[in-house]
Structures are given as C-alpha cells and as structure tokens.
C-alpha cells in the first residue's frame, strides 16, 4: 500500500490539509530535491506519495492546488503575466508549462517559435476541452486501456483542425507540434503511448515544399566525423547514408536487416507509400558490427538497434533521433542556410546523391550511345541492359559518392 493509500483525505478539514502540508508534505519535498522557492507541482506531488491532494481540494473543498498552495506561503506572478491557456485543467497547464519551458532551455529555439508552438499547443488544448467538454490531456495516458479511446479524442479533434485550418502545411504543423507533446510525456514516463503518433495516416495532408535543402556531402562528412559513439555514428549513417526516416530510424529491428549475400536490405511491412526495402549500399560492416555489440553487451537486448528502456515499445522515438542528429551536427559546426539541420535533411541528401549517381551514369552511356547512333543515353538504358545491370551500375556509383561523404572504411 502506497502512502497516499494510507491517507484519508476526504477527512480532513481545509485547516488540517494546511498543518499537514507543513509538517508532512513541505519537508517531504525538500528531501526529494524539490525546490521550494516554485510552487509544487501535481507531479512533483504524485512523486513523493501525496498526488491524493489535488483530488481532495477538488471534490472535498472546491478550490485547486495552486489556490491552496497561496493560502501556505507560495506566491506567484500576478495572473496577468501568466500565459493564458485558456482552460480549467491545472494538471494539463502544469504539463504543457513544463513542456514549454523544456522548448525554452534545451532546443535552444528563438523565442518567437517557442511562443508559436505554444500557441499552436493552447488551440489544441482549447478544442480539445470545446469537444469533450473538458481538456484533461494527461492522465488516461498512462493506462494502455485508454488507448483507444484516446486517439478516437485526439482524432475528433484534428477533424475539427481540418476543417478549420486552410492549408496542409498549417495541419501538419499542429500536428507535429502536439505529438511531440505528447512524446515529451513519453519521454519523462508520464504517458505509456502517444494519441496523436498515427493521425496524418487518417488524412490525405502533404506539404508541399518545392525548395527542399538538404546537407551537401561535405557535411555529411564533417557529421561522420564529429561521432563520438557507435549510436551516433549508425544514426548518420541510417539518415543520410540509407536515406530512412527519422521514426523508421528510432524504430530499427534486426528482424528488418538481411545483411548477407548480394542484395543486402531493410525491409519495411508498413512505409508511408506501403511496404517495401531499402538497400544498404553503404555501411553493412558497421551496422553489423554494431548488432554484434549489442548482443554482446546485454542478453536481454530485444532487437531494437536504438533501444530504450523507459519506452512501453522498447526503442527510441522519433524526436530522440532528431535531437541525437541535432547534437552531431552542433558539434560539427554545420549549418544549412544559417539553421540547424534537420533528420529530414539527411535523407534529402541521400536523395540528390542517387539522383546524382543516375546522372553519371547517363554521362557515362553517351560514349555507347553515340556508337550505336543514338542521341539519348536512356535508349541504351532502357534497351540494352536488363534490370538487374542497371541496379548494379547505379548502387555502384552510388557506393563512391557515399565514400566520398563518409570516407573509405
């Protein structure tokens, strides 16, 4: 039994809520290692056996944590200067606070996409409420059992966004940013899963982006080598050496890897365009020695090649990629048009780099072109070599321009 268990709280009068949050409750907190200079948190409650509180003030007296947290010596800015969220769920504001203030610290972000995201976070949350009637975004996360029922809510709500919003980038954007919420609540253990991880398969949105950047070769070379570890390392080479997806990258099995024979691949039951493979024309040596680390390393280890402990699936998510990718890339100094690049940047270099290798071969055909009196290397293409040898001479120059990147292993 649990301390908050033992404690019958529907019994207390307000007055005796008050002396036992001073003698119990207050010096509890500072063993823990809470500040006491900031109000306490429901979570920092629920994390020294006392979140029974909220409830009692609620249902026993109608007032909330952060009243009765005033009425014991915590006193906070004026409301005025507080950012109004806009809905009744103290719970619900204490996350999204937190997870703004992690937005503010530790992405260093500028100021005005910080306030844009939580813009962006307090429609969702306002809508949310204006559909269910209530915006408790928390607490049915860390109960699998909810889970259906979850994302039928969040679902509900970004039909609302659908046909409100204009355009697709605008939907994709909020829906970006409320997922990554949610993966942020993954990521301190307060949610078993994200609602929101699956929504953009529900509808038909796709940004449209004609002026794509993406990293050129020497950066992915000064990536490579500002590595520090061997996750780090297989992460640059799964974007930008594989051309995968930031959440494909996260959720890496080896049961996906066949490593041997002439065809060496990825395989992917579900993509974004159906199932599929990818060729691992570059880097097999290092992706297996990495599967032979990790099976070394730990007897329990369940396949993921970016496992995670703390996670209900077992490996990373995607914005733990992203983060990893950001972190090479600050320390290697590289930047793309002045801003840091994103995970999507490495499979966009993958991209003009096979795209590239198609055009060299192309050149590379005009000499035979020319001799068989055509005008169109693409002829000789097409019609002269099977399906097979137009695979091979394109992965092989493909395979130089990834050396030239990454460097000769």
């Known amino acids: 039994m649990n301390r908050q268990d033992r404690i019958r709280w529907s019994h207390k009068s307000l007055e005796e809520l008050q002396s036992f949050w001073n003698k119990e409750i207050e010096p509890e907190l500072r063993r823990a290692g809470h500040d006491l200079d900031e109000r306490p948190t429901y979570q920092d409650l629920l994390e020294v056996g006392y979140g029974g509180l909220q409830d009692a003030l609620r249902e026993q007296h109608d007032t909330t944590l952060s009243e009765f947290c005033r ?41 005005s996409t910080v306030t844009t995201k939580r813009s962006r976070l307090a429609t969702y949350a306002r809508l949310y409420r204006d559909v269910h009637g209530q915006a408790d975004l928390v607490d049915r996360l860390a109960d699998l059992a909810h889970q259906a ?50 929504i953009d398969m529900e509808y038909g949105w796709e940004r449209t982006e004609p002026d794509n950047a993406a990293l050129s070769s020497e950066q992915v070379r000064r990536l490579y080598d500002a590595v520090e570890t061997p996750d780090e390392e297989l992460l640059v080479l799964a974007l930008c050496g594989w051309g995968l997806r930031r959440n494909e990258v996260a959720a890496l099995h080896v049961s996906q890897l066949v ?5 060496p691949h990825i395989y992917f039951e579900e993509r974004k365009n159906g199932p599929g493979t990818v060729a691992l024309i570059y880097g097999r040596g290092t992706l297996a020695d990495r599967i032979d680390a990790l099976g070394g390393r730990d007897r329990g280890w369940t396949g993921y090649l970016f496992p995670s402990r703390q996670a209900e699936s077992g490996h990373v998510v995607g914005e733990t990629i992203q983060a990893r990718f950001q972190r090479v890339a600050d320390r290697a100094g590289v930047r793309v048009r002045g801003e840091m690049p994103t995970s999507k940047m490495g499979r966009r270099f993958w991209y003009t780099t096979y795209l590239g290798s198609q055009t060299q071969l192309l050149e590379n055909l005009d000499a035979i072109a020319e001799d068989q009196g055509s005008s169109d290397a693409n002829v000789v293409l097409k019609n002269y070599l099977s399906e097979g040898e137009r695979r091979k001479y394109r992965r092989e120059y493909m395979r130089e321009r990834l050396a030239e990147a990454f460097g000769v292993q």
């Open 71 to 111: 009425s014991v010596g915590y006193f906070e800015a004026d409301d005025s200067d507080a950012y109004p969220w806009g809905i009744d769920a103290e719970t619900t504001v204490d996350e999204l606070e937190s997870y703004v203030r992690t937005l503010d610290r530790r992405r260093n972000l500028a100021e």
């Open 149 to 198: 029922d979850e994302i039928e809510h969040v679902l509900a709500v970004f039909d609302e966004l659908d046909r409100d919003l204009e355009s697709a980038e605008s939907k994709l954007r909020y829906l970006g940013d409320v997922s990554q919420f949610y993966e942020h609540l993954q990521r301190r253990g307060k949610a078993a899963y994200n609602p929101a991880d699956t």
């Open 259 to 263: 490593l041997e024979g002439d065809d």
